[in-house]
């Protein structure tokens, strides 16, 4: 096995109208909190915690995650993932989804707040069989600096891959890099400071169904900046731009409350944490 910082390798099956766990390893700076059941459809939610508070230079974190047929399962953060100064080497973020049919991931971590200096790779592969569904979603935030200015970090640079039935859907490539170009101008920020993403997969998106959300998020569209667009194959994807971390978690909510409603018959989610 390399050499982790931290590691979490977690599977989960379906047992009983309940989802639970089959197998969970955990070593270094990543564990888990044990399963909570949020509301009566056996649908397990986890807590990733990071113990040491924050990633360093150097770090390197690896998380892999299989459900089983019909597993469902939401999986969030204790807190949000700090990255601070990293004078040696870029911290590194490698995590692997795999979705077997019938399950069900909803991925909702706290921001990523990446603080002055900073140099942050996440690395994500998810790997679906048709039937399955994806809720998956990112917001990155500048952190504080001593001059009061935003965007001090050096790299921010997060990839996704999504494959389904073994054919890729979906490549992500976010890349913000503050030094090389004025990002908060028009073409990446635009006057904004704060950037959320969705990526949604299951076999009910369409464009009808992309309208509706649309019409949910209508009202947030004069303080922020909101884009959705289909994938080539049973998905889309959303774009959130806007000047705090809560408006962006507002919205992402919003449409996680849609999408829990209209396909699962499920009440929103409530991930207390404080």
């Known amino acids: 096995m390399e050499n982790w910082t931290g590691i979490l390798q977690l599977v989960m099956e379906k047992k009983k109208e309940?989802?639970?766990?089959?197998?969970?390893?955990?070593?270094?700076?990543?564990?888990?909190?044990?399963?909570?059941?949020l509301d009566n459809t056996g649908q397990a939610c986890f807590f990733i915690v990071n113990p040491g508070g924050g990633y360093v230079g150097g770090d390197r974190y690896r998380i892999e995650v299989l459900?089983?047929?019909?597993?469902?399962?939401?999986?969030?953060?204790?807190?949000?993932?700090?990255?601070y100064r990293t004078p040696t080497a870029p911290v590194l973020q490698e995590t692997e989804f795999i979705l077997k049919k019938g399950s069900v991931l909803e991925y909702i971590p706290d921001p990523l707040i990446a603080y002055r200096d900073a140099r942050y790779d996440q690395n994500t592969v998810i790997?679906?069989?048709?039937?399955?569904?994806?809720?998956?979603?990112?917001?990155?935030?500048?952190?504080?600096?001593?001059?009061?200015?935003?965007?001090?970090?050096d790299l921010l640079r997060l990839k996704n891959e999504i494959y389904l039935d073994d054919q890729l859907i979906a490549f992500d490539h976010l890349k913000l890099q503050p030094d090389d170009s004025q990002v908060e101008d028009i073409g990446f920020m635009e006057s904004?400071?704060?950037?959320?993403?969705m990526i949604v997969v299951d076999e009910r998106c369409t464009t009808g169904f992309l309208n509706q959300l649309y019409?949910?998020?209508?009202?947030?569209?004069?303080t922020c900046k909101i884009g959705m667009s289909m994938l080539h194959e049973s998905g889309f994807?959303?774009?959130?731009?806007?000047?705090?971390?809560?408006?962006?978690?507002?919205?992402?909510?919003?449409?996680?409350?849609?999408?829990?409603?209209?396909?699962?018959?499920?009440?929103?989610?409530?991930?207390r944490k404080y």
Not at 18 to 37: D, E, I
Not at 215 to 222: F, G, N, R
Request: proline share 4%; aromatic share 12%.
């Open 127 to 153: 790997r679906m069989e048709k039937g399955s569904t994806l809720l998956y979603t990112d917001i990155l935030t500048p952190g504080w600096s001593p001059d009061g200015k935003w965007f001090k970090y």
């Open 67 to 83: 459900l089983e047929e019909q597993a469902e399962l939401i999986l969030t953060t204790q807190s949000a993932t700090k990255v």
């Open 215 to 222: 019409e949910e998020l209508e009202s947030y569209i004069p």
């Open 192 to 197: 904004y400071t704060h950037l959320g993403s």
């Open 237 to 271: 994807t959303i774009r959130v731009l806007a000047s705090s971390t809560q408006q962006i978690e507002e919205i992402l909510a919003v449409c996680t409350s849609f999408i829990r409603h209209e396909w699962f018959a499920k009440k929103p989610l409530s991930l």
């Open 18 to 37: 309940k989802t639970v766990t089959k197998t969970v390893y955990f070593q270094g700076a990543l564990k888990v909190l044990r399963p909570n059941y």
